[in-house]
Each structure stands twice: as structure tokens, then as C-alpha cells.
């Protein structure tokens, strides 16, 4: 896409080359007498500014991903209304475990893991795990997972802060968990 918007420019950057180039003037009309305009050099101008609109159009809709004439569109005004955020402990009961179970033969790294995980997450208060799971697992960004927790960014971010506070602490001081996550 970033090759076909590169070309798109590099073409306008021509067309507005070649509009310089035609005669700017205009025949002036006197009061009695009426001058017939070159029609052929104001076609090719009339053209030329035609081509320009349109690739500033295509230019700006490759930019944007969507029209840039609409503006009452249901893909600026309501389509991104209907994304639901939810607490993940909200989520949680209505999933089913047999579900979100993997399969493996290699059940015994799997059991370590998980028990590396669950002790990681059991350090972690309850806002500070939803925070966390919610930014780096889920990957919402701060708004989002605010607007979820119904916290505000700043508290977001300091929950993810202190959540990777404690991870690294952790990780640093106990032997645990380097023998297991470096596995």
C-alpha cells in the first residue's frame, strides 16, 4: 500500500508540474467586444484540475481506510460505537474450561508454566492482574482497558507499572522463576 500512495504523490507532484506549465491568463472581455477563449487550453486545464481532485481523493481515502466524502457515514459516526469492552472477571463466567484447554503431549512443561504463571499472578492484586492482562495479553491499549475497569488511564498505568514492578522483582530475586521461564 505505502508503494501505491508513493506512486499516487509522485504522479500528483507531476500533474501540479504540468498545471504550471499552461498559460495562467485568461482572455479579459472588454465592454464592447467579446474575445472567444482558447477552448482547447482551458479544456486541458479544466482536465488537469480534474485528475488532481481525483487523485487527492484516492490519496486521502488509501490514507484514511474509508471515504473521504462521507460524512454522516456509518463508518465515522456509530461503527466503532459498537466494540464492548468488558471486565475480564465479567468474561470469565461465561466461558467454558474445556474450551480454553490445550491439548499436548508435553504436559509436563505446561504444568511448570503454569504453575510459574499462576504464582506471578498471585503476587498481583486483583486490579493490577485485570490491568495487566487486560494491556499485555489482550493488547488494549490504556483507553480501552479504563473504559473497561471503569478506572481512569493514569490509574492503567500505574497498575501496569507496579504489576511489572513486582514481575521483575520477582524474577530477579527468585531463582524459581528464571529456571522456569528461561526453559
Known amino acids: 500500500m505505502r508503494e501505491l500512495i508513493y506512486e499516487y504523490e509522485e504522479g500528483r507532484k507531476e500533474l501540479i508540474e504540468y498545471i504550471k506549465t499552461?498559460?495562467?491568463?485568461?482572455?479579459?472581455?472588454?465592454?464592447?467586444?467579446?474575445?472567444i477563449r482558447d477552448s482547447q487550453r482551458d479544456q486541458r486545464r479544466t482536465q488537469a484540475y480534474a485528475m488532481l481532485r481525483d487523485i487527492e481523493y484516492a490519496l486521502k481515502w488509501m490514507r484514511d481506510g474509508y471515504d473521504p466524502n462521507r460524512t454522516k457515514g456509518i463508518d465515522k459516526k456509530d461503527g466503532y460505537k459498537n466494540i464492548i469492552k468488558l471486565d475480564p472477571g465479567v468474561l470469565q463466567r461465561y466461558y467454558s474450561?474445556?474450551?480454553?484447554?490445550?491439548?499436548?503431549?508435553?504436559?509436563?512443561?505446561i504444568d511448570m508454566q503454569q504453575s510459574v504463571l499462576e504464582s506471578v499472578m498471585a503476587m498481583l492484586s486483583k486490579r493490577e492482574k485485570d490491568a495487566?492482562?487486560?494491556?499485555?495479553?489482550?493488547?488494549?491499549?490504556?483507553?480501552?482497558?479504563?473504559?473497561?475497569?471503569?478506572?481512569?488511564?493514569?490509574?492503567?498505568?500505574?497498575?501496569?507499572?507496579?504489576?511489572?514492578k513486582k514481575i521483575s522483582d520477582a524474577y530477579a530475586n527468585d531463582l524459581f522463576?528464571?529456571?522456569?521461564?528461561t526453559s
Not at 22 to 35: A, I, Q, S, T, V
Open 22 to 35: 499552461l498559460p495562467d491568463e485568461r482572455p479579459k472581455f472588454f465592454r464592447n467586444y467579446k474575445l
Open 97 to 109: 474450561e474445556s474450551v480454553t484447554l490445550i491439548k499436548s503431549n508435553d504436559s509436563n512443561v
Open 132 to 164: 495487566y492482562i487486560l494491556v499485555r495479553a489482550n493488547e488494549y491499549t490504556f483507553a480501552e482497558a479504563a473504559e473497561a475497569l471503569n478506572i481512569t488511564k493514569a490509574s492503567v498505568q500505574k497498575y501496569i507499572e507496579r504489576a511489572e
Open 177 to 181: 522463576f528464571q529456571q522456569y521461564l
